[in-house]
């Protein structure tokens, strides 16, 4: 009997544990204002843009694209070197530029001199795509580079976010970022990117396992969980029970989207166009 209520107690004690480590945060009015306009809401990931790029990914075309058709947008924000914030979602230029160097090194005057996947466009500042979307509601991922710059980043980054007075919320897999902007914009809506710790690359395993079931969100105390459409570990599971807002990246035409409308409060999509609002 002894033995049986001591297994139950650490169990319990297991369990308080991963409740507080995985526990969402709890939204400003402001935060709950732009959850609101959010929900139920498909956000085009990484603009309106072409499976054949034709229309770039990340591109000012791609930004109007979304905005005419009535679509929020996801973008990805970096830091150049000379501290410009750029939107762009890869480290390096290989796949979209053709060009072996990191974004990160390069100052926004050189990253000028290349183009998007041969055609025209250029790689944007994140002002120059605020002015493209207007008031489209706007899901900025931070992608941070330099763990040194970390402070710089999101202080730049919310600067220029601040001056556009737009409706946007912030997300990255780092919760470091996200726990910079708990700190520093309580009133801003924050969430936290995951998914699968096989799906995140190149991190250690044991960081992968624990990002990947949320063990960081104490550092966080996201808004909402933006996590990959795919099996949800038991953490992702009780995260969304203790009432986190959810949000499904990224929704492609050849998935169950009516399952994932039931069971999110806000899309992330690419190639396909459905209606705007689902909710």
Not at 122 to 127: F, G, Q, T, V
Not at 249 to 258: F, G, M, N, S
Request: charged fraction near 25%; glycine fraction near 6%.
């Amino acid at each position: 009997m002894h033995l049986f209520l001591l297994i139950i107690g650490i169990l319990l004690g297991l369990l308080i544990v991963i409740i507080f480590c995985i526990a969402p945060g709890k939204m400003s009015a402001r935060a709950k204002e732009t959850a609101g306009i959010f929900y139920g809401l498909y956000c085009a990931h990484r603009g309106l843009h072409m499976e054949d790029q034709s229309i770039p990914e990340n591109s000012l075309s791609s930004f109007a694209a979304a905005r005419e058709a009535g679509y929020g947008v996801e973008l990805d924000v970096q830091m150049t070197k000379d501290e410009k914030i750029v939107v762009f979602h890869d480290y390096d230029l290989k796949r979209t530029c053709g060009i072996d160097k990191l974004v990160h090194d390069l100052t926004y005057a050189e990253l000028s001199e290349y183009t998007l996947f041969e055609t025209d466009e250029k790689i944007p500042l994140l002002s120059e795509a605020l002015d493209v979307l207007g008031d489209a509601p706007v899901v900025v991922e931070l992608k941070p580079t330099e763990r040194k710059r970390n402070k710089l980043f999101c202080e730049n980054t919310l600067d220029v976010l601040r001056k556009d007075g737009k409706i946007w919320c912030m997300e990255s897999f780092d919760p470091r970022i996200v726990g910079w902007f708990r700190k520093n914009a309580p009133d801003v809506l924050r969430g936290q990117l995951s998914s699968l710790p096989r799906f995140l690359e190149p991190l250690s395993r044991y960081t992968a396992l624990i990002l990947g079931n949320l063990l960081t969100n104490f550092i966080s105390r996201p808004h909402y969980l933006a996590f990959s459409n795919t099996y949800r570990p038991l953490t992702v599971k009780l995260c969304r029970f203790l009432g986190v807002m959810r949000i499904a990246w990224t929704i492609r035409p050849d998935q169950d989207i009516e399952r994932a409308e039931r069971e999110h409060d806000m899309i992330i999509f690419e190639y396909f166009t459905p209606s705007p609002r689902y909710k």
